[in-house]
Nanobody, 117 residues
C-alpha cells in the first residue's frame, strides 16, 4: 500500500500564491506518474497537473502559466506551485499517484484551497 500525506492548502486572496506538497510512503517501489486533481462543490473531480517518472508534465488549460507541478524523486514528493490564484481555483485538491504495490491509483485525503476575491 501507498500512503499519501498532503500539506500546504489554506485561505489566500485572489492573486496570491500557495504551494501544495504530497509525500508518498509505504510500498512506493516503481511509482509511475504523480499528480494533482481538484474538486469544487457540485463539480466532478478534474485533473490539474501530472508529472511522469521521466519528468514530463501535463497541466490543465485552466492553470497553464499559473500552476507548476514538480517532483523530488529522492523524497517521493510531488509539489504544486500555484500562482495568480483565482476564485475559481477554490476546491479540494487531491494528490494522486499510480504505481506502488499493488499497482493501482492511490489518493490523498485532500487539502482545501480557498481563494477569496
Amino acid at each position: 500500500q501507498v500512503q499519501l500525506v498532503e500539506s500546504g492548502g489554506g485561505l489566500v486572496q485572489a492573486g496570491g500564491s500557495l504551494r501544495l506538497s504530497c509525500a508518498a510512503s509505504g510500498t512506493i517501489l516503481m511509482l509511475n506518474h504523480m499528480g494533482w486533481y481538484r474538486q469544487a462543490p457540485g463539480n466532478q473531480r478534474e485533473l490539474v497537473a501530472r508529472i511522469t517518472n521521466g519528468g514530463v508534465t501535463n497541466h490543465a488549460d485552466s492553470v497553464k502559466g499559473r500552476f507548476t507541478i514538480s517532483r523530488d524523486p529522492a523524497k517521493n514528493t510531488v509539489y504544486l506551485q500555484m500562482n495568480s490564484l483565482k476564485s475559481e481555483d477554490t476546491a479540494v485538491y487531491y494528490c494522486n499517484v499510480f504505481g506502488g504495490v499493488p499497482v493501482r491509483n492511490y489518493w490523498g485525503q485532500g487539502t482545501q484551497v480557498t481563494v477569496s476575491s
